[in-house]
């Protein structure tokens, strides 16, 4: 049999497409949507009404740590890519552009919070001191995933597209119920100190957002209130997918429908 060609959609190439591909890309950027964005492209510095004191905390050697973990991070990247050019890697997944996001994220944890990612959350790897040779270990397919999560807190790598946002907020409400023992435990003892409070942080993209995973795990954290921060990277293309397809208005604006404050923030 000869070769054939999978139909293409009625929209393709169509007056229609092109209309509202340029409707969800000026939505996108509605001025009505704001962006959280501390520092402009020309490197000015900016200022937020509500971030900005957080920025204030951050002294000139915590800056300096934040980039050299960048630098470091993006090095990393682009070694790694040449090896999997090279045919020394099996696979791997750049981070590319998504240095600052990364690393000011994982900054932000504490040590008792529990992070799961996708597969390019190197840099958080990074700031959670999981040893970066375990990644390429695991990208050249010689170890049974890698590290130790109970080490570090940072979950393996997942591979299947928002198979891990079950997960965390699952984790998440076990410790929800921790902590209210917990704190049952401490009241029922004077003296005794409190234990740290802990959340989950769960990474995934914006093709990943449109997964049924991503769905029933908000109405789930919602539901229940759960300690767990979606933190969606929108490069914009969902591996092949535009993001002007995947959505028509702004990712962070998801949140509302079930229940809980996001924000979009210029990563």
């Known amino acids: 049999m000869g070769a054939t060609h999978l139909p293409s959609t009625e929209f393709d190439g169509t007056e229609l497409d092109d209309q509202l591909e340029a409707e969800?890309?000026?939505?996108?950027?509605?001025?009505?949507?704001p962006m959280i964005q501390l520092l402009a492209p020309d490197g000015?510095?900016?200022?937020?009404?509500?971030?900005?004191?957080?920025?204030?905390?951050?002294?000139?050697?915590k800056l300096r740590g934040f980039?050299?973990?960048?630098?470091k991070i993006r090095r990393f990247d682009v070694e790694s890519t040449?090896?999997?050019?090279?045919?020394?890697?099996?696979?791997?997944?750049p981070l590319t552009?998504?240095?600052?996001?990364?690393?000011?994220?994982?900054?932000?944890?504490?040590?008792?919070?529990?992070?799961?990612p996708t597969y390019r959350?190197?840099?958080?790897?990074?700031?959670?001191?999981?040893?970066?040779?375990?990644?390429?270990?695991?990208f050249r397919g010689v170890s049974n995933?890698?590290?130790?999560?109970?080490?570090?807190?940072?979950?393996?790598?997942?591979?299947?597209?928002?198979?891990?946002?079950?997960?965390?907020?699952g984790y998440a409400m076990g410790i929800q119920r921790d902590q209210k023992l917990a704190a049952a435990a401490a009241e029922a003892v004077p003296g005794q100190p409190a234990e740290p409070k802990a959340a989950v942080m769960v990474y995934f993209g914006d093709g990943a957002s449109s997964e049924g995973d991503v769905h029933e795990s908000m109405v789930f954290a919602s539901s229940y209130k759960a300690p767990v921060v979606f933190f969606c990277q929108n490069n914009h293309w969902a591996i092949s997918v535009p993001?002007?397809?995947q959505t028509r208005i702004p990712l962070s604006n998801r949140a509302k429908g079930y229940g809980f404050p996001g924000i979009r923030v210029d990563g």
């Open 67 to 71: 980039y050299a973990d960048m630098a």
């Open 24 to 33: 969800a890309e000026a939505r996108q950027g509605d001025p009505a949507e």
């Open 243 to 245: 993001s002007s397809v």
């Open 82 to 93: 040449a090896l999997q050019r090279q045919g020394q890697l099996s696979l791997w997944v």
């Open 97 to 116: 552009g998504q240095e600052a996001a990364q690393i000011g994220s994982g900054r932000a944890s504490q040590p008792q919070d529990y992070i799961f």
């Open 145 to 169: 995933g890698g590290w130790n999560p109970k080490d570090t807190n940072f979950h393996l790598y997942t591979l299947v597209l928002a198979a891990q946002t079950p997960h965390a907020v």
């Open 44 to 61: 000015t510095l900016g200022s937020d009404p509500l971030f900005s004191a957080y920025a204030d905390r951050l002294d000139a050697e």
């Open 121 to 138: 959350e190197h840099g958080v790897a990074l700031t959670r001191n999981v040893d970066l040779a375990e990644l390429l270990r695991q």
